[in-house]
């Protein structure tokens, strides 16, 4: 391996303060400015390094840190504006599995997480070489190394002897600590990101680029809005050709500003963008907003290096802008025609057009925003970005994200899962069709995600994933205004028989049920209802129902528990418009019974087939509103997010078992020699397949690898059960589908039935085909399919579902992206339609439900160990009471690095 391609690549990274540096491997040319990171030290500090104050170690320090790359040896430096304020590095001895580690930070930048973040950087090259520990030694009052290992999340051993104390951290850790690790590397994250993120989202001044002296200018569409919000920091406009705009004072350049401004919002053309930056830069800006859109990738570039370089935050290019609408920020620097109404819902989105659309949907709710981010391009802050700042702001408690393409999804997937424990997660699932996909990458210059991975992520982060911004905002106003329902069972109540029926079916469609009512509750409602009403559910209480009837039925189904959610579905009347009674009263919250400990407010919502909006929350009294629907299924549909919301609250996060029986070794040896034949990767041959799947312990249908006919003859002789059957399968290169192109021979008898399948084959295949596998025809059972995609984006997808030759056609699969936990193995298995067959459907038999867990649990393994793992197809995988046994495998590899998604960098 080169050392150009096993070097740690640069990165830059978050400071605890917001600031931000570059991480990159030290080398020969960066002895001096080491040399002077170790001038610059305290007295004190420098004796706590280097145990003593002599010059003379920092001189070997910074020649061993800069000393060229080797196996064994890395060493990695913090810049921050171009000066080096941290070195760490680790150096193996006679015990390649362990390596003395020795760090050094700059006096000012102690506290900010320089050294943290470069253990952290030092910890994933050292795994990646097979180190397994880390050792130190340092003085017991060198506080701060000791707190900067302690606080790493990985197990710390300690041994003393008497001012010293040596430290050995285990780098090798099972799933437990691997996830406390994770867990203390996202919270460092979370307090960087959002420290990073307060000069985007409440600035102390602003400077508008571009503003306009005409009205009709974007730049002076942002500066209006600033000043009509009452923005509370100074605020700048940046115009060589003006004095003053809006009232507000102009300069020439940036570099002209009285003061430099945290924010900058540029509004200049594409080709004067990479210029303004460097100037924002140099100035001392902390965050820019670029609403110019159609930049090209010399333009990108350019930007993107001002950025980094002044640790700068970025969002857009090609967006609206941001708001933040606390009274203490007033901001709104976005060129949309109405100023966000304030509230508690966070909304961070890619389309201009579709925040402007989910702005003005909540704003009809009533529903406040608490800070507002369109990500544009989002070359920089994305939405992973965003809930971090929600989680820490106090004030947002619903979360809306559109997005239409992920930089770090798994990332992003570990934040949202930590987020939606705490607030609902709303998104709209964009791009699910090849069209709508061709139109996403378009519209944000990135590759949108494959449907199943995109849902995969959804389902296992929490967040509720909508089809259309209308869903959204359905599902918003429910879990906005009403409580979770503990379940999926609704009663229907209705004063008309029509709407009853179609707000069961709407239920039902949904994935909600309409149970019977228990005998004593239908008795009770009989009792307050009209002659003549449908006690059962759904609930007819006739058109001649008032609202105290209304109300009292909706009190009796609300408070006896046989029901999670309430659907009250009302048509106006000529009864009620002659009486003037208003049924929505019975809607009015319901008073919790002081006789009843055990007594819950279930969740409601109504339909009004009349109303003009498709959703609205009516005010019906004290704090509380109820969500009212033109359309039953719109109910229907938010009550099942909501139902799914509260299901995946309530079960435990899951852990990642460790299969045991396997040699990952083996695995990575069989991996690396195929590689070094075939550079660029390729389709396994069926030996190596089989090999790999022992490897992890998979079980496989016995088989034999035969290159002519007598080798076929004699295993077929060896593999059949006194009077049983074999299968031949032809093979060469570049084979995937055996079926379709007839390579299969299936129930063959005795070796005249061999001999004459094998020649057969041949016959027809001779050219090309390099042997058969020949296998013992297998029992009955059901046919599956698993396998892993390894998406270059998500990593692993772990699929399963129904298999055999119908598979590609019936398309009933299910995935999950790896490492699956021992939940994500079960929604695995319940998830598909064909799901019922291995419980037992019909008097049939049921399938070894353990056995199949095991068998996703080491493919997930599997592809976590292997990123070369590109693709694999268990196909058929046959489920039996006695075991689920792969049939069949295909394996493709690619020649593809390890990845980190946890390790802390930005784009």
């Keep these: 391996m080169t050392e150009t391609a096993d070097r740690t690549a640069p990165a830059y990274a978050l400071l605890t303060d917001g600031r931000t540096v570059e991480i990159r491997s030290a080398g020969p040319g960066d002895h001096e400015q080491v040399l002077r990171l170790y001038d610059r030290m305290s007295a004190e500090y420098r004796?706590?390094?280097?145990?003593?104050?002599?010059?003379?170690?920092a001189a070997e320090a910074a020649e061993r840190d800069c000393a060229p790359w080797r196996p064994g040896h890395r060493a990695l430096l913090a810049r921050h504006e171009g000066t080096v304020v941290g070195v760490a590095g680790y150096e193996t001895g006679e015990d390649r599995g362990s390596a003395e580690i020795a760090l050094a930070v700059a006096d000012d930048f102690h506290r900010v997480g320089v050294g943290t973040l470069l253990v952290e950087h030092l910890v994933h090259a050292a795994r990646a070489e097979g180190i397994t520990a880390f050792t130190a030694d340092a003085l017991v009052a060198n506080h701060a190394v000791l707190e900067v290992f302690t606080d790493l999340g990985l197990p710390v051993a300690r041994r003393f002897a008497g001012s010293d104390v040596r430290c050995t951290i285990a780098l090798d850790v099972g799933s437990d600590a691997g996830e406390r690790y994770l867990d203390a590397v996202a919270e460092r994250g979370s307090t960087a990101d959002a420290a990073s993120l307060r000069a985007l989202l409440r600035p102390a001044s602003i400077a508008v680029v571009g503003a306009g002296t005409k009205p009709g200018s974007v730049g002076r569409a942002v500066l209006v809005n600033l000043r009509r919000a009452g923005f509370t920091g100074r605020l700048y406009a940046v115009n060589p050709h003006a004095h003053s705009i809006v009232r507000t004072p102009c300069y020439p350049s940036v570099a002209d500003l009285p003061h430099p401004p945290e924010l900058a919002v540029l509004a200049v053309p594409a080709d004067a963008v990479p210029e303004v930056a460097e100037q924002c830069g140099r100035t001392g800006v902390r965050a820019l907003v670029v609403l110019t859109s159609g930049l090209g990738a010399r333009q990108a570039a350019a930007l993107m290096a001002a950025v980094r370089r002044y640790g700068m935050r970025l969002v857009g290019p090609n967006c609206l802008g941001v708001a933040n609408t606390d009274e203490t920020a007033r901001l709104d620097a976005t060129f949309a025609a109405h100023r966000p109404l304030p509230g508690s819902a966070g909304v961070a989105v890619?389309?201009?057009?579709?925040?402007?659309?989910?702005?003005?949907?909540?704003?009809?709710?009533?529903?406040?925003v608490s800070s507002f981010v369109s990500l544009g391009d989002k070359y920089d802050v994305s939405g992973n970005d965003l809930l971090q700042w929600w989680e820490g702001d106090g004030v947002t408690d619903l979360a809306v994200l559109h997005v239409e393409s992920f930089g770090n999804p798994r990332a992003f997937s570990r934040t949202a899962r930590r987020v939606a424990r705490r607030m609902p997660v709303l998104t709209v699932d964009a791009g699910r069709s090849q069209a709508g996909r061709r139109a996403a990458a378009s519209h944000t210059a990135a590759a949108a995600a494959p449907t199943m991975t995109r849902q995969a992520l959804f389902a296992q982060a929490g967040i509720t994933a909508t089809t259309t911004v209308a869903e959204l905002l359905d599902t918003a106003a429910l879990l906005h205004a009403q409580p979770l329902p503990s379940g999926t069972r609704v009663a229907v109540i209705s004063n008309a028989g029509g709407a009853t029926v179609l707000a069961a079916d709407a239920c039902a469609e949904a994935g909600l049920s309409v149970p019977e009512l228990p005998a004593g509750l239908t008795a009770a409602l009989a009792a307050v209802l009209p002659e003549g009403a449908s006690v059962a559910n759904p609930v007819d209480a006739t058109a001649a129902v008032d609202s105290d009837a209304l109300r009292a039925c909706v009190e009796l189904i609300s408070g006896h528990g046989c029901v999670d959610a309430v659907l009250v579905a009302l048509v106006p009347t000529a009864l009620t418009e002659a009486t003037g009674d208003d049924l929505l009263r019975a809607l009015a919250p319901l008073e919790e019974p002081s006789d009843r400990p055990d007594w819950r407010r279930?969740?409601?919502?109504?339909?009004?087939?009349?109303?003009?909006?498709?959703?609205?929350?009516?005010?019906?009294?004290?704090?509380?509103?109820?969500?009212?629907?033109?359309?039953?299924?719109?109910?229907?549909r938010a009550l099942a997010h909501a139902a799914a919301r509260s299901r995946w609250l309530r079960r435990p996060p899951g852990t990642v078992p460790a299969p045991t029986g396997t040699d990952p070794a083996a695995a990575r040896a069989l991996v690396d020699a195929y590689l070094a034949t075939y550079p660029e990767g390729g389709w396994l041959d069926p030996a190596r397949c089989a090999t790999l799947l022992d490897a992890y312990g998979i079980r496989q249908q016995p088989w034999a690898w035969c290159e002519d006919e007598?080798?076929?003859?004699?295993?077929?002789?060896?593999l059949a059960a006194p009077g049983g059957r074999v299968t031949l399968k032809a093979y060469w290169?570049?084979?995937?589908?055996?079926?379709?192109?007839?390579?299969?021979?299936?129930?063959?008898?005795?070796?005249?039935?061999?001999?004459?399948?094998?020649?057969?084959?041949?016959a027809r295949f001779g050219d090309v085909m390099t042997g058969v596998l020949v296998q013992p025809m297998a029992g009955r059972g059901t046919e599956l399919v698993a396998g892993v995609v390894q998406d270059e984006v998500f990593g692993p997808l772990v699929l399963f579902g129904l298999g055999g030759t119908a598979t590609e056609l019936l398309a009933d699969h299910a995935g999950r992206l790896a490492p699956l936990t021992d939940q994500d193995v079960h929604d695995l298995i319940v998830s598909p339609r064909c799901a019922p067959l291995l419980f037992g459907y019909r008097g049939g038999p049921t399938a070894d439900l353990e056995s199949l867990e095991q068998l996703l649990l080491r493919l997930s393994t599997m592809a976590c160990d292997l990123p070369e793992l590109a693709e694999a197809d268990i196909n058929p995988l046959l489920a039996r009471r006695d075991g689920a046994t792969a049939?069949?495998?295909?394996?493709?590899?690619?020649?593809?690095r390890a990845h980190d998604p946890y390790l802390r960098r930005l784009r």
């Design 47 to 57: 004796r706590m390094r280097f145990l003593g104050t002599s010059r003379t170690g």
């Design 350 to 368: 890619q389309s201009g057009g579709v925040g402007i659309a989910l702005l003005s949907g909540l704003a009809r709710l009533g529903i406040g």
């Design 602 to 636: 279930r969740p409601m919502a109504a339909v009004l087939l009349d109303q003009a909006e498709s959703v609205r929350l009516l005010r019906t009294g004290g704090d509380t509103a109820v969500p009212a629907y033109a359309d039953p299924r719109s109910a229907a």
């Design 710 to 718: 007598q080798a076929a003859v004699k295993a077929a002789a060896r």
């Design 733 to 762: 290169p570049g084979l995937l589908h055996k079926s379709d192109q007839g390579a299969v021979l299936l129930d063959l008898a005795g070796e005249d039935a061999v001999r004459a399948a094998h020649r057969d084959l041949a």
């Design 887 to 896: 049939l069949d495998a295909r394996i493709r590899l690619l020649p593809r």
